[in-house]
């Protein structure tokens, strides 16, 4: 129990080890070898979060909703192109909202080979939310994306990353395969839940390889990121290249709204020109990597 009102430094030793131990990164698992011998391999992924980013706050700003809507119009667009032309498979993943607003969009990820996860409802902070709700909105956001693509999802990342205690069993309750939401190692590993094995794998993510923190920009909260696109690439060709020296896992996160713009979308075909020019890279949708390593480390 918290002791003393719940101040942290009053816990007890259960107290804060049953903290840290709800949710934690089990057993690693990195194969040998990827797919067809490959040496590494890449998971593209693009939140195609759209209006929800202003409507799960409430919001009403008709600005911030047209960037969004300019994700649907010009975003998706230009990263499908870049996908095609380097014959790329990649993840999506969509609040349900997002894809009742743009339900031609989902068709047409699925319908060229792309993945389409689960991205909660209206991109809520599912931390803020009681075990009920937040399993309602799972679900329903599940059951939505299904209806649309016809395809039922088979993993979750959670809106803005935020894993709340109750997350790992919703996701259970799913069944889903794998999440992408956790940072605790650069490469593929199970979940815990309170010491137990899950079975579900966890492609973790990390906020150096995601855009927004480099572009996102809000002119309410004095938000005003100024990083060079030239940058930008630079990290993340970093993270690839050493990814590919350990022989591990390269998954970077980017948005049809921050990337898509005409002097950003050329650091996802730089990438892709780099990434493709090495024959033993295995570029996969996180359901493929997730099913490659679970098999290889039953």
């Known amino acids: 129990m918290d002791d003393i009102g719940g101040q942290p430094w009053a816990w007890d030793e259960q107290t804060w080890r049953s903290k840290v131990e709800h949710v934690r990164a089990g057993r690693p698992m990195k194969p040998a070898k990827w797919k067809n011998g490959a040496r590494c391999a890449v998971a593209l992924s693009f939140d195609s979060d759209h209006e929800t980013n202003e409507l799960r706050d409430g919001g009403r700003s008709v600005g911030r909703m047209s960037q969004g809507q300019y994700g649907n119009r010009q975003g998706v667009p230009r990263i499908l192109s870049a996908l095609a032309r380097f014959d790329a498979k990649a993840t999506f993943f969509v609040p349900a909202v997002a894809a009742l607003l743009y339900e031609d ?17 209206i991109h809520e902070l599912n931390s803020q939310l009681p075990y009920e709700i937040e399993r ?24 803005s990353w935020d894993f709340s205690p109750s997350t790992l069993q919703i996701e259970r309750e799913l069944g889903l395969l794998y999440d992408s939401s956790l940072m605790a190692d650069d490469d593929p590993y199970e979940l815990l839940e309170n010491s137990e094995p899950t ?16 572009f996102n920009m809000h002119r309410f909260n004095g938000l005003r990121p100024h990083t060079p696109p030239t940058a930008v690439y630079d990290i993340f060709f970093r993270e690839f290249d050493r990814a590919y020296e350990e022989g591990g896992l390269f998954l970077l996160t980017m948005h049809p709204h921050v990337t898509g713009y005409r002097s950003r979308i050329w650091i996802l075909e730089k990438l892709l020109e780099e990434i493709t020019q090495r024959s033993d890279v295995w570029i996969a949708t996180h359901a493929e990597i997730a099913a490659f390593v679970k098999a290889e480390c039953p």
């Open 105 to 121: 969009e989902q068709r047409r990820v699925v319908a060229e080979g792309h993945e389409i996860g689960i991205h909660g409802w």
């Open 136 to 159: 309602d909105l799972m679900f329903r956001a599940a059951d939505t994306l299904e209806r649309i693509t016809g395809v039922r999802p088979v993993g979750l990342r959670t809106p």
């Open 199 to 214: 079975g579900i794998v966890e492609l973790p993510v990390e906020w150096i390889r995601d855009d927004a923190v480099y």
